[in-house]
């Protein structure tokens, strides 16, 4: 954040802020400018921590750029102080208890969705999903939608690339709680005749053919916030959200359900209290340490499908990244 923020004019004050310091610090020195950067030590999971800082900052605007579990303080504090609030994904679901692969439980983001009468109220803007999926996918959706279809039957969400870790069979570029999270949670579809529901895991199985080089790969269903966000307010018959994870991945993330390793509950390992994820987390690289070793391209884009001037069309909107240029520039 902080070395794309540097190149803008449009903030006065911008302070990093993390439980470690230290980090914050690391980011500065690597801009050519920080003088309108500070940082800050805080503990995102207490509200009271984070309205000081922000109080103590005049700070109008929070980017919750942290894992989602911690949402509901950063959501809440924001509220409290008075600040905009953009995150780049929404609060966690809670799959059905009693039929998780074909009802819905507590969906994604419920609880900020349901915040909306009182942040209208206090006249506040709550920006939630606005990354790049959830984000920029739900504004190419509304750019299809406004600009070229008549009529929309499908809306897909397809991420996919050609990413290769040098050293690593398995080295997820972020936060493997996350990819837990979104992979082996049931994947949700949205249909007008049925509304929401869920499936199996990994289903629907497609081959998408992903542009700039990056070849056809294989895309299935998982658990994402456009399949939720984007039919309150584009008119459509479907939309559903598809990964290429790759066969071996897959297969990584089955094994890690198959023995527990999935679980957040905590077990006790003699004297410790520990949760298989948090195990899982702590002995796999960190995303951030492996900027250096990337090698090819991810594509992120909206698949739209439906009618123009009465025939049927078909446009994937999309934008690709150079993995390896990305992290040496921005980190």
């Known amino acids: ?47 009271a921590d984070l309205v000081a800082l922000a109080q103590a900052h005049k700070i109008d605007i929070i980017v919750n750029a942290c894992d989602p579990r911690l949402n509901d303080p950063i959501f809440e504090a924001a509220y409290e102080a008075g600040c905009t609030y953009v995150d780049m994904a929404m609060n966690l679901s809670k799959p059905h208890p009693t039929n998780r692969y074909n009802e819905v439980g507590e969906p994604l983001g419920a609880a900020q969705l349901a915040a909306d009468p009182r942040w209208r109220e206090k006249g506040l803007l ?44 398995f080295a997820p570029t972020f936060s493997i709680w996350t990819t837990i999270e979104e992979c082996l949670n049931p994947p949700i579809v949205w249909e007008k005749s049925r509304g929401l529901f869920t499936t199996e895991c990994f289903s629907e199985p497609e081959v998408f053919h992903f542009p700039a080089g990056i070849g056809a790969y294989e895309c299935v269903n998982v658990e994402h916030e456009e399949v939720l966000l984007i039919p309150r307010e584009i008119e459509c018959n479907r939309v559903t959200f598809k990964y290429s994870l790759g066969a071996e991945f897959i297969d990584w993330l089955k094994t890690f359900a198959y023995l527990g390793l999935d679980s957040t509950e905590k077990i006790r390992v003699g004297d410790a209290s520990v949760a298989p994820r948090d195990v899982l987390a702590a002995v796999l690289p960190n995303p951030a340490k492996l900027g250096h070793l990337m090698h090819g391209r991810t594509c992120a884009g909206t698949w739209v499908k439906g009618t123009s001037y009465g025939e049927p069309r078909e446009v994937y909107l999309y934008h690709v990244a150079d993995n390896e240029t990305t992290m040496r520039e921005y980190g």
Not at 15 to 25: F, K, M, Y
Not at 141 to 158: N, P, S
């Open 1 to 47: 954040m902080a070395s794309i923020a540097e190149t803008r004019s449009f903030f006065d004050h911008f302070v990093l802020a993390d439980i470690n310091e230290q980090r914050c610090i690391d980011a500065l020195k690597a801009l050519d400018n920080s003088a309108r950067f500070a940082t800050a030590k805080v503990d995102a999971s207490s509200k």
């Open 126 to 169: 709550a920006l939630v999903g606005m990354g790049v999926e959830p984000g920029l996918s739900n504004v190419f959706a509304r750019y299809a939608a406004d600009h070229l279809f008549d009529t929309i039957d499908e809306i897909g969400v397809r991420d996919g690339s050609n990413l290769s870790i040098d050293g690593f069979e």
